[in-house]
């Protein structure tokens, strides 16, 4: 298969405008680069083709959801065999409910209405095709290739606290390996106690440079280091690490802007990709969180993470409704190889699936 997720070849995105930035922000700071050790190390990752696994994971992931939502619009659906409009109300509800969100719902249901205006012998069959079918065209709107093949290509990870960052960050340097790219981790997060701990361990056991700095340190100077070992090192990919904020937090805020300027001063066209993680559980507040945080760093996709704590795996529709990136990865558990591209037509077998 194809990688989905690697820009192809001569589609390179125009790069972005590198910022002048001011004298003051040239950073400093006591780094190190942490070379991967060999004891306790993850076995190499299998080769992607191998990762087959996945749709059984993300059924299962998907559990929840299809207990609220699936199982429940089969229900609907299979009363009779003729399309019953008088359902349609259920539905609106049932997909509210799964925080599909009201404009999506009301284009679904409008859609089955006309459908079954439209044709007097409308089989129930038919609406609950049209209805995935429509979950599939909404899904993959935003679809467009990962603009990775620059080297060294920068992703920065940025999110509320502890929708799972630190954690996606280590399965994707799982999942690239698995392409054979050469990994550099930088822990910009020197806010939360533990976190530079938690990320040393992660690099460590998949065989991953690390930079990282003190706690308390300037997250910019780190990063500036990162970016400059990444460079040395000929590493393919640098994922950058970032304290968890909230838009409340100005400071915290302003930060993640000073970052982004010091990623560009290394690699002007860098980060080639910004993920906003967020938690799958939170539901519609996740359209505001990828609001406020586009404004500070421009985010090209999302990563949605505990798909298996929620049966509000419907967020995914209002997410791809409201805003204008990709839904790139979907995390599905807490194992290292819980994590995958994601894909429409994938997710929505998986979410119609009868059984594991
Ligand atoms: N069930 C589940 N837990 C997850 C997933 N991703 C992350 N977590 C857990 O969420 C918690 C917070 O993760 P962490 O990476 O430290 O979050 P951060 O504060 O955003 O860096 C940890 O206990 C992770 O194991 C997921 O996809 N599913
Ligand atoms: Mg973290």
């Not at 910019?220 to 838009?247: E, K, Q, Y």
């Not at 980060?271 to 906003?276: D, S, V």
């Not at 090209?300 to 990136?325: N, P, S």
């Not at 558990?333 to 894909?343: C, K, M, S, T, V």
């Amino acid at each position: 298969m194809a990688l989905l997720w690697w820009r192809k070849q001569g589609e390179a995105k125009p790069a972005g405008e590198a910022q002048a930035e001011p004298a003051a922000e040239q950073p400093k700071a006591q780094t190190s680069v942490v070379t991967p050790g060999h004891a306790g190390r993850l076995a190499p990752p299998p080769p992607p083709a191998e990762r087959a696994s996945w749709l059984a994971r993300l059924t299962t992931g998907l559990t929840r959801t299809r207990g609220r939502f699936t199982d429940q619009i089969r229900g609907l659906f299979g009363v009779s065999q003729k399309f019953d409009p008088a359902v349609l109300d259920d539905l609106e509800a049932i997909l509210l409910q799964a925080d599909v969100g009201p404009k999506a719902t009301t284009d679904m249901v409008d859609l089955l209405r006309r459908r079954a205006e439209a044709d007097p012998a409308f089989s129930s069959e038919q609406a609950l095709a049209a209805l995935k079918e429509a979950l599939r065209e909404r899904l993959s709107r935003n679809l467009q290739p990962l603009n990775l093949d620059a080297v060294p290509s920068v992703v920065l990870i940025v999110g509320v606290n502890g929708v799972g960052k630190t954690t996606t960050i280590a399965k994707l340097a799982r999942l690239f390996q698995a392409y054979g790219k050469r990994i550099l981790l930088v822990s910009g997060d020197t806010f939360r106690a533990g976190a530079i701990e938690q990320l040393t361990v992660w690099s460590q056991r998949l065989g991953c440079e690390l930079v990282r700095g003190e706690a308390g340190a300037d997250p910019s100077a780190i990063v500036f280091d990162g970016m400059n070992a990444a460079r040395a090192r000929g590493c393919d990919l640098v994922m950058i690490d970032t304290a968890g904020r909230l838009h409340t937090q100005s400071n915290l805020m302003d930060e993640l802007g000073k970052v982004n300027r010091v990623i560009k001063k290394v690699v002007p066209e860098a980060p080639h990709e910004t993920f906003l993680i967020l938690d799958a559980t939170t539901g519609q507040n996740a359209i505001s969180q990828a609001k406020v945080f586009n404004e500070m760093v421009p985010i090209t996709g999302l990563c949605l993470t505990k798909i298996d704590g929620t049966a509000k795996g419907g967020v995914l529709v209002a997410l791809a409704d409201y805003l204008e990136v990709p839904i790139r990865f979907l995390g599905v558990g807490e194992g290292i190889d819980d994590l995958d591209n994601f894909r429409a037509d994938e997710f929505v077998e998986a979410l119609f699936r009868m059984e594991n």
